[in-house]
């Protein structure tokens, strides 16, 4: 994660002016006192009371979901020369932002720990009893070594990860794709899985994955959709007394319980009902059939 250590010396100046700071006279003495500056209780509170409009938001975006690129932030783009433009600029020259290496706008390390602590610091509990229970989705949890790995996680924009603390992310895609995505931006992925509580085995992206169950048949009915690879069914013709045949399936849509999509078996069109699948099991092969109007 992009810190103060990554600034000029007179950039580290320039910001010690502006938040009217003592001057330490050499490099290394004035990074520790910006450090002190940003990380102080209080501070980044103070800071955003005063920025120009616009710039509070993009950097509560930036400190909560992660890096993100100037037309992300300002909805227009940028030459990636010289200083961002307003209001960006203003947290910069206060050295609570900083461009990165790849061309993302990231909190430093020292801003983004003054933020928290002021989250943490400000938040009230309520009552018990009116407390509200917050429910999201997340289908894929990602666990960095560290925050600057986790800051660049959660940049690649296939993944659709979201910071929830230091070092764990969690996205609505399939550990699959969020494990495609990243490995296609260059990160580095650990190989091992984690054990699901339903019958269904995850696997790396391209490999064979198998489920038993209406739960687990379900997830992995969406996981097939998503990433456009054909699913073989073990299909009972009516209920689970009927004969079963194997279906090679490639998924077209997913709703109210019924897969629609190209049947290989009968050479056309067909819908399935979930609880008419015995078994599924998506298989490595991309779909050969695009959906029919």
Do not use: K
């Amino acid at each position: 994660m992009p810190g103060i250590a990554d600034l000029s010396a007179d950039e580290v100046r320039d910001a010690l002016r502006l938040l009217n700071a003592e001057d330490a006279a050499i490099a290394s003495g004035n990074r520790r006192v910006l450090r002190d500056q940003l990380v102080a209780p209080g501070r980044v509170t103070d800071l955003l009371d005063l920025a120009p409009d616009g710039a509070a938001e993009a950097f509560r975006h930036i400190a909560v979901d992660g890096a993100a690129s100037v037309e992300d932030l300002l909805s227009r783009g940028w030459a990636g020369v010289g200083r961002l433009p307003e209001p960006l600029d203003w947290l910069q020259r206060r050295a609570m932002i900083i461009v990165g290496r790849e061309g993302l706008v990231h909190a430093t390390d020292a801003a983004r720990e003054g933020f928290s602590t002021m989250v943490l610091d400000l938040r009230e509990e309520p009552p018990i009893d009116d407390a509200p229970l917050m429910v999201e989705a997340a289908r894929t949890v990602l666990v960095a070594p560290n925050e600057g790995a986790l800051d660049r996680a959660t940049a690649v924009p296939g993944a659709a990860l979201r910071a929830v603390s230091a070092t764990v992310a969690v996205s609505d895609r399939s550990p699959a794709a969020v494990h495609a995505a990243l490995e296609s931006a260059g990160l580095t992925v650990s190989a091992a899985t984690a054990d699901a509580p339903q019958a269904m085995t995850l696997g790396l992206p391209g490999t064979e994955q198998e489920a038993v169950g209406p739960r687990a048949i379900r997830r992995l009915l969406e996981q097939s959709l998503e990433e456009q690879r054909q699913i073989r069914l073990e299909y009972f013709a009516s209920s689970r007394g009927g004969q079963a045949t194997e279906r090679v399936v490639d998924p077209w849509t997913f709703t109210d319980d019924l897969l629609r999509g190209y049947c290989h078996l009968r050479e056309g069109e067909r819908t399935f009902a979930v609880d008419r699948i015995g078994r599924a099991r998506l298989l490595s092969t991309h779909r050969t059939h695009d959906p029919v109007e």
